[in-house]
């Protein structure tokens, strides 16, 4: 079975700078897409940023990157110029592609709650 | 365009009732699943619907159950509620099954059983 690890449950950054979140998972399928979800106190999660295995560059989404290292089976979310907006609970989460099958669902990681000082 | 409605927002019921949760997935979106959300068990999958059939299901027991309409409304319904149901149910929908661009979530119903 897939599982997903955020070993930071709580990390904090100064407004303007970067932080960088971790996100560890373990599967033996070669193909699948690893996402980063946002969790503000509204509850409403919102995606901040997609990875597809197959490819090896890494996505950015303007101020959010990710450092995609397949072999290692890590996938990290770097926060650049950190604003008071980023302040969330932050989730990494697995799903297989699994054309045909069943497994259409995403497997998250705990999550890690970030503060953002001002 | 509208995101995922869910309602209510809030519900207390209590030990023994069972509840209803509604969700409006984006128009045109097909795929509807939902999670629960918990401190301690964090998000874990219940069921995916499409086109009226659940394709998928968690490890739930069968007191979890739901139903999705030919419009691509879903419910879900729990019965004989325990204190341990008390969580955060979030329904997330896409246009298709495979969601390779990911999931359009709501903002969950809580449900607090006393």
């Known amino acids: 079975a897939q599982t997903v690890t955020q070993s930071q449950p709580e990390m904090s950054v100064q407004e303007a700078e970067t932080v960088t979140l971790s996100c560890t998972y373990d599967t033996s399928e070669s193909d699948y897409y690893l996402f980063w979800y946002k969790q503000p106190p509204s509850r409403q999660m919102i995606l901040v940023i997609r990875?597809?295995?197959?490819?090896?560059q890494n996505a950015t989404e303007n101020r959010f990157s990710v450092n995609f290292q397949k072999a290692a089976k890590s996938f990290s979310l770097k926060i650049s110029d950190s604003q008071l907006g980023d302040a969330a609970m932050y989730f990494c989460?697995?799903?297989?592609?699994?054309?045909?099958?069943?497994?259409?669902?995403?497997?998250f990681g705990k999550g890690t709650l970030l503060t953002v000082n001002p | 365009k509208a995101g995922v409605t869910q309602t209510p927002r809030y519900l207390i019921k209590t030990r023994g009732q069972q509840v209803t949760l509604s969700c409006s997935p984006i128009?045109?979106?097909?795929?509807v699943s939902w999670y629960q959300q918990t401190p301690g068990q964090g998000l874990q999958f219940l069921f995916e619907?499409?086109?009226?059939?659940?394709?998928n299901k968690g490890n739930f027991p069968g007191r979890f159950s739901g139903r999705q309409f030919s419009n691509s409304r879903s419910e879900m319904n729990v019965s004989t509620l325990e204190l341990g149901d008390s969580a955060l149910y979030l329904c997330a929908s896409s246009l298709g099954r495979e969601a390779n661009y990911g999931y359009t979530f709501g903002s969950g119903t809580r449900l607090t059983v006393v």
């Open positions: 989460a697995y799903r297989t592609p699994n054309s045909g099958g069943s497994n259409y669902k995403l497997t």
């Open positions: 128009s045109g979106h097909r795929s």
């Open positions: 619907y499409f086109s009226e059939t659940q394709r």
């Open positions: 990875q597809e295995a197959y490819k090896q």
